[in-house]
């Protein structure tokens, strides 16, 4: 069991070591190939009946998973740490893992009905996973009227994945006016151009509002944060890591949060 040091309103990054391998790294200059085998079969027929369109059968694309394996005693003592340690196994991969800060953002509205995708971390510490959006996008307004969501960061290259679950809450302004500060100005004129999520008639719509206010605020003055626009915290209850393992019994353990305190508990799952 261990806790977490008490939460203060301060932003803080947990130091992440470049060049050094963690106890549960492994040497990934090799990425696997996940295409599928030459014998796979084109699909014909559908087992239940349907039609499907020509091309590769998914049925047949498998892979063997064996680059390395997770034990409890390779952990280390918060989630916080541990996703650091395998976060920079996956920045450090190489092409294998182009954006190692991808993950996939999955939310609901408040009758249930989910929507996902793919987001960017923009920072993590003992308190949660961060990212930015528009408030008025679809993530945006689902996490206010139900907030809850949970963010999965698929390494392929590395056969691992990480899944956080939990409550999400708005940044502070300051916060978010930090990041948006240090967004290349191309960014921070899209973020004002965007109303995300919503439908336009075409991409001329949106290119000439960029370029309207790339005009009111021409290169040298400072582009200010959109009052709709801000960051989102994934506060989580269990931080599950998942290594792939030989005949699909791979290993998966996940940080709990106990429910009335601070104090994690590590838990092993079936897979």
């Known amino acids: 069991m261990a806790s977490l040091p008490p939460s203060d309103a301060s932003p803080r ?3 992440v070591p470049t060049g050094t391998a963690s106890p549960a790294s492994t040497d990934f200059s090799a990425s696997t190939d996940f295409s599928a085998s030459a014998d796979s079969p084109a699909r014909t027929d559908s087992p239940a009946g349907g039609d499907f369109p020509d091309g590769p059968d998914p049925a047949g694309q498998r892979q063997s998973y064996h680059t390395g394996r997770l034990e409890p005693e ?9 996703f650091a340690r395998w976060f920079a196994d996956a920045s450090t991969a190489g092409a294998g893992v182009p954006e190692a800060n991808a993950a996939v953002f999955a939310t609901a509205s408040a009758d249930g009905r989910p929507s ?3 987001v960017l971390l923009k920072g993590f510490d003992h308190r949660g996973f961060v990212i930015y959006t528009n408030y008025t996008s679809r993530k945006g307004r689902e996490s206010a009227e139900n907030p809850f969501g949970s963010l999965v960061f698929p390494w392929y290259a590395l056969e691992r994945q990480v899944v956080a679950i939990g409550a999400v809450e708005r940044v502070s302004r300051t916060e978010t006016e930090h990041y948006f500060a240090s967004r290349p100005r191309g960014s921070q004129l899209g973020a004002w ?3 995300q999520s919503q439908i336009i008639e075409s991409r001329d719509v949106l290119d000439a509002r960029a370029a309207e206010l790339a005009a009111r605020w021409p290169a040298g003055t400072p582009v200010p944060t959109p009052p709709f626009w801000g960051g989102l915290r994934l506060v989580p209850d ?3 890591f998942w290594q792939g393992r030989t005949n699909r019994l791979h290993d998966r353990l996940r940080y709990r949060r106990a429910s009335t305190t601070d104090r994690w508990a590590v838990e092993r799952l079936s897979p």
């Open 238 to 240: 269990t931080v599950e």
């Open 74 to 82: 390779q952990l280390a003592a918060t989630w916080v740490d541990q």
């Open 116 to 118: 996902a995708r793919t």
């Open 13 to 15: 990054r947990t130091a």
């Open 193 to 195: 151009a965007s109303h």
